[in-house]
């Protein structure tokens, strides 16, 4: 034959005549359309006919064989020279065997179009019906391009997959009248002449004797071809030729041979007429069959793989009903052994009935032998490796052969292993893909247990669907749910509360065994149980995976970074060999590409149950503590991404109750750095109650002067100040201060910070003096001990422009503020949230000198690099977007920024609540807005609101809390005089012709609360 070479830019050529060491390729199915556009092996060779409607079909075969790896095609069409008699004879005789070659085989239906828009039902339908209708299934040659190749992939008028012959399995069968059995394994011997002349009924050729000529690769036979002789000389010379290949062959007598062992079906369970769903699975369990021999289905216990094998025995019974069906449990070897003397019985094994004699080999050479016709082998529950394979040369030997030794070979032996762990699964299906079994898809999972529990009127889908979830759509554990409801005469609502209760509850009903006729009698019927049995396995094989599995289990169950469990002290080969085991067993399954893990919720429940029974669920509580203490970042700046990634595995473990001193440290130092990210993310409530946590746990373990209990004094105190609760703040910064100062020194980085904060808190209570004192002092010792470089020198000078800030010393703030920002940007880089708090300052200080262009500007980045870093719904970017609107309403009024201030207002309320000093601080702009648009009532409204938050938040005599409240009296005695349709001046503000003074209103609005920092330096901790 000759093949036409697919390049990578797409042109074909072709290639020499080959008679061995054939490449792999792929051949095209098509029907002809007129000949004088389908191209010609002269056109191909000359390079021509590329116009063709023909050349198109040509080109689509190339493109595909070129995205399943294949470098070469066949095309009837023009990989034949029609016009060499002798060519064309011997193409027509090999044509059948050229099909069974190719990898693939291309079926382009000229007349299929693929539907529109459609819902997915009648899209089916649509398919279905265009497909039976094709023209392609009218002809005669087109016979045995569907019986030959093993694989058959069936594309639309616009070149767009519709299915492959296994897929499409009953619409063919339909369609053609051809036995399942032949569009799965074509074989010849299995077919009389009359049933396959039979398939060609309602076909036509070209030519009359084609219908014959067509049929002698399927009947395995070579006639010289005699056009002109008509279809009935072609048909008896078909007829003659096929007799005297059987009676030469023998092969009637081979089927005799066969026929005479009458086929044994050893499946000891019946056929469960209520098998839902898996319809993918016993698909693809059929496809793998067609191409290999060996097989294997794999998942978790309890999962459904024993009932797919049994389902799948009931299929294979009828659809090769004179094939015989072995059924062998080899869960252990005594099992496994009797299951083959039953064989020898069943079956009248010659030898093995003579004692001496081994009747394990004697089985399996008879198994191996094909005179012996063909069978299934379905090895069901082939869990234990050690059973099957030697793993470790120099460890003691069993006192039986390995399993995997007496396991037959053959053209004729099919195998299904069912297992738990893939590895075994692997290496009996020769190293190919297993199968492997999820979970039911939530519509079967519900019709399953509604054939289990018949729905009554007061049990609604939802509750089947609620009860579905919280058993995982795991088989086993529907049935053995429903045979406990049933059983106890409970409700399906009721059932679902007991399984709400609480974890423990949902592992006591879990290990409920209950009778299943569809299981071994001597089998655990419990998930939890079923579970057990493989952890203990596990445990014993394979210790390293039983330690790696107790610790996963003590996390959150999804998303589990390999890099965490990585700083577990093994080996890496250990390590991997571990992973490896575990996924073998489906207890975790990769995500990401293996960059992650999960682990279904039952799993973990059910191995903290095996630990507790062990009584290892402390040691392994303690262990996952210590390791997340170690690996979970400090939560400032820089490490929000690694935290986000570990934080729900952190607060897995950070929750439980830990008895020993050593361990709690741990839990302190785990809840502090949780305290500082939640803080950071936005979340205020958790952070506050884990570091309230740290703190109890720190004081009573170390006691209330230890350096890291006043650590947690000042993350609590910082975060006191950044909520407003300046008093609370005051008090527990001059606390750790005061001790910080004798244990460590004035020049001490944790000292200055402390009363670096304690001095920005005073001045945000008017106590301006000690503020200033303080961090002037403070900048001065940096400055000589640690550099103007370091982070505590550049946040101590934060800290003073910030105290001059409160001062409304703009001018005499701003060259510190462009040092510091300069510095920052240097230091920290410019997306820092100290260098975003610096040019916050720095555009506070130009607002306040009227700078307001510039300061717009500042604003304006501050709130694009605030969204970026920390969210659009963080305080800090709602507190940065609440300043830029200011600094704008401060110019001019714009509606562009009352919706923008409105929409940040709804969000603080949402994120933060209608109290917090940021919601409250954007009402306030609001209010000197719509006083600006001389909308009195509605500033009125806002600017009462504002008074009572600033009273909430700082007390009645701050300056913000007075300033709010001149502004509210103000508005009140312009309400009240607006009725005249002139707004009346109040004498203290002054008047300009009967409207307040932009100018006026600046200076009555310049004590501003001003940009303060939620984020402490990283320095800190």
Known sequence: MRLLECTADGDLSLTKDLFKDIPPYAILSHTWGDDDQEITYKEVMDGSGKSKAGYRKIQFCGEQARRDSLEYIWVDTCCINKGDPVELQKSINSMF???????????????????????????????????????????????????????????????????????????????????????????????????????????????????????????????PLIYGEGRENAFRRLREEVGRSVEGNGVDKLDDLAAKKEPKFTVPFVRDPKFIGRVDVIQEMTKQLDTRR??????????????????????????????????????????????????????????????????????????????????????????????????????????????????PRNENCFMITTTRDKRIGQRLSDQEEEITIDVLPPKDAEQLLVSKIPRSEDTSSADFHCLNEILGNIPLAITQAAAFIRENSMTVESYIKELEASDSDLQDYMDESLPDPRRYPDSENSVARTWKLSFDQIAKQFPGAADLLSLTVQLDRQAIPKTLLSHI???????????????????????????????????????LRWLSLRHKKTEWQERSLELMAKTFPHGYYGTWEECETLYLHAKSVAKHEYAHKAVRVQ????????????????????????????????????????????????????????????????????????????????????????????????????????????VRQNLEISRIELGNKHETTIETATALAFVLLNQDKNAEAEPIIRNSLQLCEEVFGEKHPSTLECKGNLAF?????????????????????????????????????????????????????????????QTCECMLGKTHQVTINGVYYLAWLFEKKEEYEEALTLYERACAGFESIYGSQHSSTLECKRR?????????????????????????????????????????????????????G
């Not at 299915?163 to 032949?182: M, N, Q, W």
């Not at 944790?750 to 945000?764: F, G, I």
């Open 845 to 905: 200080a130009l607002s306040g000198q009227e700078k307001y262009a510039e300061a717009e500007l500042m604003f304006r980045h501050t709130v694009e690099v605030s969204r970026e870093i920390l969210g659009n719904t963080h305080r800090g970017t709602l507190d940065a977007i609440n300043r830029l609107c200011w600094v704008i309403i401060s110019q001019k009024f714009d509606a562009e920024v009352e919706h923008l201030l409105r929409q940040n207002i």
């Open 667 to 774: 839990q302190a130092e785990l809840l502090e750095n949780l305290a500082t990210y939640d803080y950071n993310q936005g979340r205020s409530e958790a952070a506050y109650r884990q570091s309230n946590n740290a703190l109890m746990i720190r004081e009573s373990e170390l006691g209330e002067k230890h350096l890291d209990a006043l650590t947690t004094v000042n993350s609590l105190a910082w975060m006191y100040e950044s909520d407003g609760n300046l008093a609370e703040s005051e008090i527990q910064f001059r606390r750790t201060s005061k001790t910080f100062l004798e244990v460590l020194g004035n020049t001490h980085p944790e000292t200055l910070w402390t009363t670096n904060k304690l001095a920005k808190v005073l001045s945000m209570q008017g106590n301006f003096a000690e503020a200033e004192t303080m």
């Open 569 to 607: 002290e093994y080996r890496s080969i250990d390590f991997n060999k571990a992973l490896g085991t575990l996924q073998a067993y489906s207890f975790i399954r990769a995500e990401k590409g293996g960059s992650s893990f999960e682990i279904h919720r039952l799993v973990q429940l059910s191995t």
């Open 97 to 223: 065997l050229w099909y069974k070659n190719a990898v693939k085989c291309y079926v382009y239906l000229a007349d299929v179009s693929m539907p529109g828009d459609e819902d997915a039902s009648e899209c089916k339908i649509a398919i279905e019906s265009k497909f039976r209708t094709a023209k392609w299934f009218t002809r005669g040659w087109t016979l045995q391009e569907l019986l030959a190749p093993s694989s058959v992939d069936f594309f639309s008028t616009d070149y767009r997959w519709i299915g492959d012959k296994f897929s499409l399995e009953r619409l063919i069968h339909e369609r053609t009248g051809i036995p399942v059995e032949a569009l799965r394994r074509y074989d010849p011997k299995k077919f009389s002449l009359d049933e396959r002349v039979a398939w060609t009924a309602k076909r036509e050729t070209k030519h009359e004797e084609d219908m014959a000529y067509s049929l002698l690769g399927m009947c395995n036979i070579f006639l």
């Open 968 to 1020: 509210y009296s103000a508005m009140l005695d312009i309400s009240s005089t607006s009725q005249m349709n002139v707004p009346a001046e109040i004498s203290e503000m002054g008047t300009n012709n009967g409207v307040i003074s932009t100018s006026k209103r600046r200076s009555r609005f310049s004590k501003l609360l001003p940009w303060r920092s939620h984020q402490k330096p990283s320095s800190h």
């Open 294 to 407: 060996r097989i294997a289905i794999c998942g978790i216990g309890g999962i459904g793989k024993s009932q797919i094998a049994i389902e799948y025995c009931y299929i294979w019974k009828h659809r090769y009903p004179e094939s015989h069906v072995f059924w062998i449990h080899t869960s252990s070897f005594d099992q496994f052994e009797q299951a083959y003397r039953e064989i020898a019985k069943q079956m009248s094994i010659p030898g093995t009935e003579d004692p001496q004699s081994d009747t394990l080999v004697l089985v399996r050479d008879w198994l191996n032998t094909l005179e012996n016709g063909s069978w299934l082998l379905i090895l069901d529950n082939a869990d234990d490796i050690d059973l099957f394979f030697e793993l470790d040369s120099t460890a003691n030997k069993p006192n039986h052969p390995y399993i995997g030794n007496l396991l």
